[in-house]
């Protein structure tokens, strides 16, 4: 009977593709292996089998596998293969964005020349011949009298390579180790030609070795103990348990509990941070207990050694800890046991481009069911879907309500700062109050960490005469100046623009930087305090530098870290006694019906990095809305009122978590053409799901970028409709869209559950 298989393609349609399997391939052929098809006019793509059948397909002639890439164990595991079918269905993408998204580059080569993209990093050893008398130093040495460099050759060799001459014994030497001894390259090259000493090649691998001792984890005090044995009571029961502990309650030490008693079960671990720039501090507390057990993985990894740390989980002997950003949640567990999402709020979860438009949280969550693996989910602020979840009983809830040490809340004090304007109190951007403050901490020899989310140097530059302001010409956003760069750049497109000198419109010289940005911050403090010593961490950033920052920080290098949201993502450290929000408007004003719960959250985590060990620390806020209901519960530090308050406002008008939303985006560079697929659509849309649960279509905030006209249309769905149902009425509605030719050009997107 003729075999066939249903192969996942990395190209941008929603369908798997049948092919034949030669009977010479059929020993070999098994979901989860890369196979390289013919695909189109002289094309060869690597793909995923999936399914296995004896069905053949009779709307199209089949073509043959022409090489299965994988001979003993396959690239994906039967779960990673059902979890690219969940990830593409609840997410509106194709398999094939999935799969482009969750392979190494090198794993997926396309080139029909490249089969296979990753090779494993070598290095060369030398060793005795197996051709020559091995049974002492003389006979070797005598047969190379006359050549003395080649006798020291020689000689270094046993010496490096401790060799014992009754049984032949000895340690490896490489060639990069042993020409680091000598004197002469040309005798070590003539040894070899001369079949004395022998080449070959070892496989040594491109992650770096941890050769630190192991040290034991701090005991946890009796709050923790407590919130650890709920969790475990909780995983009876549920998959998922929610811990909501308080910064700097010391979540980690019953994370790495956790983690310690998995691994020596013979499990598994994932451990997922939001961000980049957090994986150094954590990655160092983790190293000195697991040692070379754990690897890190995230996206500025390069891609070998991406591919390195996937093979490596799939072999016999894989990592027990996986510390990583949200690409991690795609590698491969054989043996899983237990997946920890710390800081689980965090916006940088959620992938916007390109597809699959996924949040890293829900999909560790659906993956963890699928190993039989327990989740936690652990934040100071939960994100209300999770918060909610876990008062609804589907996740377990355990609260953790004292800092490490018993260490009181930070004191948080509001400026008003409209009031400090009008009396001309305000320098730049800094209060009287703040000031002091930041002189006071320095001078105590305390550290000071500022919170501003605007990077460069101000928000743009504007006519005094006229009001025109510098705008890209790609998208319709106004430029941010950066200083540094003496540039004006688009934070859409990226294009640098010389910084205006002149009004295009009326021109007038008069130009004026307006508004804050980290940059102009720094600027501003130097002045009013010579002594600050400041580093900047933004976005801007070189991903390199993070590491730089954060130690130079630590160790004291400097005592201001001024930042924008990066910040405020769970560092730890021990000197910062006083932070400063400067303008907490700028969250709390957004347009979006989750601008309160962001603002809390960001600014109730960079809040929590005050007075982490030995004193009460103390928190600065610029606000022009001292009574707004946010800035109140920060002083507070009641995230349940807010909590309740927030969410009777989203029941009312039917928004998550108590409904499914998805935002379909609609892309056109003729801006009519574009309005008028986005109009039939949502009337489309409207007759198929209700038009109560459908808003627009609108332009975004900005509407324009990179020459493209963006609509918005936002989808209301109830949790009853099945994911599957919903893709089938959402292509109905496309249909109208797909069939006309003045379309064909409009780009649509989907995304799920967005943030």
Not at 154 to 182: M, T, W
Not at 524 to 531: D, G, H, R
Not at 684 to 690: A, R, V
Request: charged share 25%.
């Amino acid at each position: 009977m003729d075999m066939f298989a249903d192969i996942i393609l990395p190209v941008p349609l929603n369908r798997l593709f049948t092919y034949s399997v030669p009977p010479a391939l059929e020993s070999d052929i098994a979901p989860g292996k890369r196979v390289c098809v013919p695909f189109g006019r002289g094309r060869h793509l690597t793909g995923i089998v999936s399914v296995i059948h004896n069905n053949r397909p009779t709307e199209y002639q089949v073509k043959d596998i022409e090489k299965v890439m994988d001979i003993d164990i396959p690239t994906l595991l039967p779960y990673q293969i059902e979890l690219i079918d969940w990830i593409s269905r609840y997410y509106l993408c194709t398999p094939g964005d999935t799969l482009k998204m969750l392979l190494p580059n090198s794993l997926r080569p396309e080139s029909e020349n490249q089969k296979d993209g990753y090779r494993p990093k070598t290095e060369q050893f030398v060793k005795l011949s197996e051709h020559i008398d091995r049974s002492n130093r003389e006979n070797i040495l005598e047969k190379i009298k006359r050549a003395r460099k080649q006798q020291d050759v020689i000689n270094i060799y046993f010496e490096l390579s401790a060799y014992n001459f009754e049984d032949g014994s000895c340690k490896p030497v490489s060639k990069r180790q042993l020409q680091e001894h000598i004197e002469s390259k040309t005798a070590l090259q003539a040894l070899i030609a001369n079949g004395i000493l022998e080449q070959y090649q070892v496989e040594t691998g491109r992650l770096p070795e941890y050769s630190g001792t192991s040290v034991t984890p701090h005991p946890l005090t009796d709050e923790q103990e407590r919130a650890y044995s709920d969790i475990k009571n909780h995983f009876k029961q549920k998959n998922t348990v929610l811990l909501h502990g308080i910064t700097s309650s010391g979540k980690t030490e019953i994370y790495i509990k956790l983690i310690k008693e998995e691994i020596e079960r013979g499990k598994q671990v994932l451990y997922l941070l939001p961000e980049i720039a957090l994986t150094t501090q954590i990655m160092y507390r983790l190293r000195e207990v697991f040692g070379n057990s754990m690897c890190i993985y995230h996206s500025n990894c390069t891609d070998n050694i991406r591919a390195e740390i996937w093979q490596r989980q799939l072999s016999e002997h894989p990592f027990s800890l996986v510390l990583g950003t949200r690409s991690a949640v795609m590698l491969p567990f054989r043996n899983l046991g237990l997946v920890v999402v710390d800081e689980e709020h965090e916006n940088s979860y959620k992938q916007e481009d390109p597809a699959p438009r996924y949040n890293a949280r829900n999909v560790a969550i659906v993956m963890a069911a699928k190993c039989r693996a327990k989740t936690l989910l652990g934040s100071a602020t939960p994100s209300f879907e999770s918060y909610a979840n876990a008062i609804w009983e589907k996740y377990g809830l355990v609260s953790l309500n004292t800092r490490y040490g018993n260490i009181e809340l930070p004191k948080v004090e509001v400026v008003d700062i409209t009031d400090m304007r009008k009396r001309k109190y305000m320098k730049g951007a800094f209060s009287p109050q703040l000031i002091e403050a930041i002189t006071e901490t320095i001078d105590n020899g305390g550290q000071v960490i500022l919170f501003h989310n605007r990077r460069g140097y101000s928000a743009t530059v504007e006519c005094r005469e006229c009001g025109w302001v510098q705008k890209c010409k790609n998208c319709d956003v106004s430029l941010t100046y950066h200083k540094s760069r003496n540039a004006a750049v688009c934070h859409y497109c990226g294009k640098h623009y010389p910084v205006a000198k002149v009004c295009p419109e009326c021109e007038s010289t008069h130009l004026a930087e307006i508004g804050y940005g980290t940059e102009r911050i720094a600027e501003q403090l130097i002045q009013l305090v010579p002594q600050a010593k400041i580093s900047i961490m933004d976005s801007d950033t070189s991903k390199g530098s993070y590491e730089d920052i954060i130690r130079d920080f630590q160790d004291g290098v400097n005592n201001v870290l001024i930042g924008t949201q990066m910040i405020s993502k769970g560092f730890d450290f021990d000197n910062v006694y006083l932070v400063g929000i400067l303008q907490a408007d700028t969250m709390m004003n957004f347009p979006d019906f989750r601008a309160a719960e962001r603002a809390y959250q960001l600014m109730e985590q960079v809040v929590g990095r005050a007075g982490r060990r030995n004193k009460r620390g103390r928190v600065i806020i610029q606000t022009l809305q001292p009574e707004n209901q946010i800035i109140e519960m920060l002083q507070s530090h009641k995230y349940r009122p807010f909590f309740n308050q927030q969410m009777e406002e989203r029941h009312i008008f039917a928004y998550p978590p108590y409904t499914r939303m998805v935002i379909i985006k609609l892309k056109e560079s003729n801006e009519q053409i574009v309005n008028e697929a986005a109009a039939i659509l949502c009337r489309e849309l409207g007759n198929l799901f209700g038009h109560d649960k459908v808003l627009g279509p609108d332009a975004p905030i900005v509407s324009k970028v990179r020459m493209q006209h963006i609509r918005n249309i936002i989808l209301k769905t109830d949790h009853k409709s099945g994911f599957l149902n919903t893709r089938k009425m959402i292509d109905k509605a496309l249909e109208p869209i797909e069939k006309e030719n003045r379309f064909r050009y409009v780009k649509i997107s989907f995304d799920v559950d967005p943030l």
